[in-house]
């Protein structure tokens, strides 16, 4: 097992990126879908940005370095990876705030329907910004399990929205199938990316995709709380309107008008000043995936947790696996149902294997393939099998929960 | 004027605070109100979070660093100087996500109301604000001017929302006054104070005010783009409900259920994932406005201003002031009208004397005191006297207008 793993990292096209990241000694980090690690570029760009261009530049820098145009240099970085033209990407706020603003401008755009549909155990903050919406008599929340999701389009519903690689088993949506759908029933279709986005190669537009959202602090790497994404398809940019209407989506925003006007294309998107420490942070992480490729990345993952299932039936452990099997169902992750998942997960921390736990029983392990050796999947296994033969996890210490784990 | 300006220094108990910013050479920095200038302790601080707790402690750190508090804690460092008590403020979002929030919220408590009243000439992104929620159907926007907002507030106004100092003028609303006034008719009132917190000694509870949302990159130094704040009166905490209920406002975001169920106190203030790099940015320079103490800022702010009038008297420089001349209606800083701001304003910026000119006619320059000395003063003075004594601000370069300024 370690020698086979010895000689997959020796053969694998990737292994020289892990030096572009700064990684902890004595960890095998496998939260990656969580919060991506630290690309080693990452904190010389923000020395620069906080000593050079705040603290030198001060004001100017809004035009010198180009902070004002940041949102849409990142937005148009991003948009390759997920199958989008770079004017219909545009770097803003968090995930749900975007959520916000594209489930309302879908809405917007269809007058006299008011269904948000979903699938009940969607990602938490996408069910709950339908809510919020709900909440102001402006949209109704329908769930319906991924496998009625296409029985439940009917004429009330304006949005369908899914998160494309789910959160917690890493099934993969029928992108394309179920835009089809939605489309034949006359909705919209809203694709959160949030656990695909750098890790699987998304093609928004060749599903014929209307709107997405994703995030920029998992497989992106743009540090803690980084800004997130919005992509609005040319086709709609013109009509849509959504009702965060701050001043930088403004059509002239240094013109000072006391009445709103929405900017032009994926600009009216922005509502607030952009926030630049994170912006610029993103924009390493972002450019350093584009360098590696995410074809790549998908194919090195796959490879990955492939081989981590491989390990451990050699090792002997057989644990409910919850995600897709099949690899084409699969996102960038590996999870497992046991009752006493939070245990297992800290004992695994204690012994420096970072994976994270769901509730209520969930075990998740991310394949961050950027950073990731064979020879990590081996150890993992090995740590995986050593902690539930050993019982070690039902030691006191592992079993209390944190706030965040 | 010089030796005047020099034996204020002498005198000046602040004057050893500017060792703890970074300033570049050359440079008097008269847009302190724009973006405030870079702590020096900030660098440092940022590398820590970056190498240590993101790249060193990875996921672990929202336990272990407290990132999952930021929010609050860096809240409750502004509460003071805002007058406020440290449950009542949060610091996340922009300013104009944080006035969405707030202006809908206010809706929510008063049923049957719609309008929301404010000035004409307000900063744009509150007036669009409004009517982001005005094209929802949920509000009513209603401008009137300063000196007949007291007679516009009848039965169908939900929330006076003004900004505390005016962003172009500098004038100053009596803030206890308007409150009052607000809640005689029966409406509830949110501040803006993004011009006034950190330079001006705000007393949120003393005047009974019930929301308030502020600027985090302005008097408080957080870096350009840093996140706001938001300010919930503890009386309001338990009904109010805003529209963006994203997953970190949630009662137990980390039980991952269906079903939005708002945090206690101020924290359904929240949404997304908080921006971890901004709040550790903000909170370095909330800490050094602490520590300085806002009463001492805003007696110095004063100070200066009225010894750069002295100067530009002594100079024989006439210019048309619009800022309130009564030192108690103005926060920290004055504008002046001409025709040809802009260029003005270039032609100082040339010299190295950086203020910022607003649309159309407007030569702002503000007075941040934790960083400047009356030395300033008395140069900026002259520079501006020599600009318009040589008219050399006719020149073709400095009448081509940039995006920013």
Not at 141 to 167: I, K, Q, S
Not at 181 to 189: I, Q, R, W
Request: aromatic residues 8%; proline residues 5%.
């Amino acid at each position: 097992m370690h020698e086979d793993a010895r000689q997959r990292d020796a053969a694998d096209p990737l292994a020289d990126y892990r030096e572009r990241f700064i990684l902890p000694e004595g960890v095998i980090y496998l939260d990656g879908n969580s919060l991506g690690a630290l690309p080693r570029a990452t904190p010389d760009r923000l020395a620069e940005v906080v000593r050079g261009e705040w603290g030198e530049g001060l004001i100017r820098s809004w035009n010198s370095a180009g902070w004002i145009d940041l949102p849409q240099r990142v937005g148009a970085k991003i948009a390759p990876l997920i199958g989008a033209e770079p004017e219909e990407v545009i770097a803003c706020d968090s995930t749900s705030v975007n959520l916000f603003k594209l489930i309302a401008g879908a809405l917007s755009l269809k007058p006299g329907r008011k269904v948000v549909l979903s699938e009940p155990g969607n990602f938490p903050t996408d069910l709950y910004m339908i809510d919020g919406l709900e909440k102001q008599g402006l949209a109704q929340r329908r769930l319906a399990p991924r496998n009625e999701l296409v029985g439940a389009l009917d004429d009330d519903v304006a949005v369908l929205l899914l998160t494309h690689a789910h959160y917690k088993t890493g099934e993969l949506f029928d992108m394309a199938a179920l835009t089809r759908a939605a489309h034949d029933a006359g909705a919209l279709v809203l694709w959160d990316l949030s656990h695909s986005c750098g890790a699987y190669p998304v093609d928004l537009n060749g599903c014929g995709a209307d709107f997405a959202v994703g995030c920029g602090y998992k497989y992106l790497c743009g540090g803690p709380g980084a800004p997130a994404f919005a992509y609005v398809a040319r086709r709609h940019q013109q009509a849509l309107r959504q009702p965060l209407t701050g001043w930088m989506g403004h059509s002239a925003p240094f013109e000072f008008s006391d009445d709103y006007s929405p900017a032009s294309g994926v600009d009216q998107m922005l509502c607030g000043t952009p926030p630049i420490l994170g912006l610029a942070a993103l924009e390493v992480g972002v450019d350093l995936v584009t360098q590696i490729g995410v074809e790549r990345l998908y194919a090195k993952s796959q490879a990955l947790s492939e081989f981590f299932r491989h390990c451990l039936s050699e090792l002997g452990v057989s644990l409910d696996v919850v995600s897709p099997t099949d690899l084409a169902q699969r996102g960038s992750q590996l999870s497992f149902r046991h009752r006493d998942a939070f245990a297992l997960c800290q004992a695994l921390i204690a012994r420096g294997v970072i994976g994270d736990f769901r509730d209520p029983d969930i075990l998740r392990l991310g394949f961050a393939p950027a950073y990731l050796r064979f020879a990590d999947m081996a150890e993992a296994a090995r740590h995986l099998a050593e902690v539930l033969d050993s019982g070690e996890w039902r030691r006191a210490e592992f079993s209390e929960r944190a706030a965040v784990t």
